[in-house]
């Protein structure tokens, strides 16, 4: 029967059917992350290779000068996660590092283990707040008790490859005007669960794809807090973190309000542990997805305006992010409401054939990705081309669902304000202070 009906559909298609059954496809998706991922990427990788000797000289200098890299780690209840954390750099090419960790009101055995650590002499500092203040305040208290000239901030539940440190702090050395440096983050925890491996295969889209594209464009909009390094000069003028959800992309806005550059290094990586079931994972992303209505759209809502601070980059950079992640979320509900008035006899046929599109296209990206990162590809990443087909299903219903009540609610309720992630009395003094 849908045989026959796909014969039917394929036999009255003309070239503007096509583009009126599958405009969404043609129009945006292949424009913007697939055919503007490629063009860009081919600019990136020779750049790359004609860099080298440049990279060669700024690795030579970071070593003669040896500034200390203050590694901060802010975290509750992720103790089990620290000794692989502190392994991880403990075996670094780059030693000049100290390990501060706050653990911010765990109820589990964090304080004993970190203590133990400390002793070993695998922590430099180790602190205990009582009182759960939020991610936001343990990290502005590991800052103030840290002393490097740069600052990398990781979550807990991460680890770093050998040479991180000093590939993600070389592009400081390489150019003064900037300010922040994201690393690049995989999935640690890939073959946990169906879960865990659509989100690695999402993570070399999202990250070590669209984050090199948007660093080469000059609109990368967030550093990660998994895994992100900063000037501290640069940090004590915006002073530290604040509130989140969504503190990651509020910080780097700030940094890129103050003129410097943000920029993402692929080749620096990190490791972190991703949500194992789709519950969990739903509620991440809820936290995440409400976060860009709170801070671009609310917050840092002046990037719009004209006024003597007013730069093009970082208008481009948030309207982009806006236009493409919540304008363009409900093209998707209007495309569906089309499809279903105007062309309800092939509604199977059409989403088909959609499914088809999107999964050649997740094929050639997994492809780009793979070639972006083939000098630190690993077979657990190049297994993930068996999750290609359901991506569509994943990124284009799961993840869109999630993403559009997320923005319903915070536009309407504000709901970010009374999320249990931060403290009540937190999230009350920043909705007070429009933080």
């Known amino acids: 029967?849908?045989?026959?009906?796909?014969?039917?559909?394929?036999?009255?298609?003309?070239?503007?059917?096509?583009?009126?059954?599958?405009?969404?496809?043609?129009?945006?998706?292949?424009?913007?992350?697939?055919?503007?991922?490629?063009?860009?990427?081919?600019?990136?990788?020779?750049?790359?290779?004609?860099?080298?000797?440049?990279?060669?000289?700024?690795?030579?200098?970071?070593?003669?000068?040896?500034?200390?890299?203050?590694?901060?780690?802010?975290?509750?209840?992720?103790?089990?996660?620290?000794?692989?954390?502190?392994?991880?750099?403990?075996?670094?090419?780059?030693?000049?590092?100290?390990?501060?960790?706050?653990?911010?009101?765990?109820?589990?055995?964090?304080?004993?283990?970190?203590?133990?650590?400390?002793?070993?002499?695998?922590?430099?500092?180790?602190?205990?707040?009582?009182?759960?203040?939020?991610?936001?305040?343990?990290?502005?208290?590991?800052?103030?008790?840290?002393?490097?000239?740069?600052?990398?901030?990781?979550?807990?539940?991460?680890?770093?490859?050998?040479?991180?440190?000093?590939?993600?702090?070389?592009?400081?050395?390489?150019?003064?005007?900037?300010?922040?440096?994201?690393?690049?983050?995989?999935?640690?925890?890939?073959?946990?669960?169906?879960?865990?491996?659509?989100?690695?295969?999402?993570?070399?889209?999202?990250?070590?794809?669209?984050?090199?594209?948007?660093?080469?464009?000059?609109?990368?909009?967030?550093?990660?807090?998994?895994?992100?390094?900063?000037?501290?000069?640069?940090?004590?003028?915006?002073?530290?973190?604040?509130?989140?959800?969504?503190?990651?992309g509020d910080i780097t806005l700030k940094i890129r309000k103050l003129g410097y550059r943000v920029i993402h290094e692929p080749e620096a990586v990190c490791y972190t542990n991703v949500p194992i079931n789709f519950s969990k994972l739903a509620r991440q992303r809820f936290r995440w997805d409400r976060s860009m209505v709170r801070f671009r759209v609310r917050k840092h809502k002046d990037i719009f305006l004209p006024s003597k601070s007013f730069i093009a980059v970082n208008f481009i950079s948030s309207f982009e992010n806006i236009f493409f992640n919540l304008l363009l979320n409900l093209k998707w509900w209007i495309y569906i409401i089309q499809i279903i008035i105007f062309s309800a006899q092939w509604i199977p046929v059409i989403f088909f054939i959609n499914y088809l599109l999107y999964t050649m296209a997740n094929l050639l990206q997994f492809v780009v990705g793979c070639l972006v990162i083939k000098d630190k590809l690993t077979k657990t990443e190049l297994k993930l081309i068996a999750f290609i087909p359901l991506m569509p299903i994943y990124t284009g219903l799961f993840l869109r669902i999630v993403r559009t009540y997320a923005y319903l609610m915070e536009f309407i309720h504000k709901v970010s304000y009374h999320d249990p992630w931060t403290p009540w009395k937190v999230s009350k003094i920043a909705k007070k202070e429009k933080l």
């Open 1 to 248: 029967m849908l045989i026959d009906t796909a014969l039917d559909f394929i036999e009255q298609l003309t070239f503007w059917k096509v583009i009126a059954y599958f405009w969404p496809f043609f129009f945006i998706y292949i424009i913007r992350y697939v055919l503007a991922d490629i063009i860009i990427l081919v600019y990136h990788m020779p750049k790359r290779i004609r860099d080298k000797a440049l990279r060669t000289r700024a690795r030579a200098r970071l070593f003669k000068e040896k500034p200390l890299v203050s590694v901060i780690v802010p975290g509750k209840n992720e103790g089990r996660h620290i000794p692989k954390l502190a392994e991880s750099l403990q075996h670094q090419t780059y030693s000049n590092i100290e390990l501060v960790i706050v653990d911010d009101g765990s109820d589990d055995d964090t304080p004993n283990i970190c203590r133990k650590l400390e002793k070993e002499g695998k922590i430099n500092r180790f602190i205990r707040n009582n009182v759960r203040g939020g991610k936001a305040s343990a990290a502005n208290t590991a800052l103030r008790y840290s002393k490097g000239k740069y600052i990398v901030h990781i979550d807990a539940d991460s680890h770093l490859a050998h040479d991180t440190i000093e590939t993600i702090i070389l592009p400081f050395i390489l150019d003064a005007n900037i300010g922040a440096v994201g690393g690049d983050v995989r999935v640690a925890n890939t073959e946990a669960s169906l879960a865990t491996s659509l989100q690695a295969f999402e993570y070399l889209k999202s990250i070590t794809i669209g984050r090199t594209v948007s660093s080469n464009l000059g609109i990368l909009r967030i550093i990660a807090g998994a895994h992100g390094a900063f000037k501290r000069d640069v940090l004590e003028r915006i002073y530290g973190w604040d509130v989140g959800p969504g503190l990651d």
